[in-house]
Nanobody
Framework: QVQLVESGGGLVQAGGSLRVSCAVSGITFRFAGMAWYRQPPGKQRELVAQISPGYATTYAISVKGRFTISRVNAENTVYLQMNSLKPEDTAVYYC?????????WGQGTQVTVSS
């Protein structure tokens, strides 16, 4: 059974930085494409960034150049480093499989950016 546990969110001022983490269990992590998604208040969940088993990355246009996705296979963990945060980055952040999220969703981690 796949389990996803997100952590590291919080309140930060615009222009600040934050790193969120996702611990993954129940799969052979090193073979999995992983992604971060977010759901802003009152909006649908959207893709933020993806990382392949071979460490290739892609980003949503809105975060490109500001966010960095990474993975540490030895830790079964995927990270999202967020720099130059904007109020519009406020959302609950989730990790899941790349390609839309095939596993049960975790609780997410709230990121709030104040102006």
């Amino acid at each position: 059974q796949v389990q996803l546990v997100e952590s590291g969110g919080g309140l930060v001022q615009a222009g600040g930085s934050l790193r969120v983490s996702c611990a993954v269990s129940g799969i052979t992590f090193r073979f999995a494409g992983m992604a971060w998604y977010r759901q802003p208040p009152g909006k649908q969940r959207e893709l933020v960034a993806q990382i392949s088993p071979g460490y290739a990355t892609t980003y949503a246009i809105s975060v490109k150049g500001r966010f960095t996705i990474s993975r540490v296979n030895a830790e079964n963990t995927v990270y999202l480093q967020m720099n130059s945060l904007k109020p519009e980055d406020t959302a609950v952040y989730y990790c899941n499989s790349a390609g839309g999220g095939a596993w049960p969703w975790g609780q997410g981690t709230q990121v709030t950016v104040s102006s």
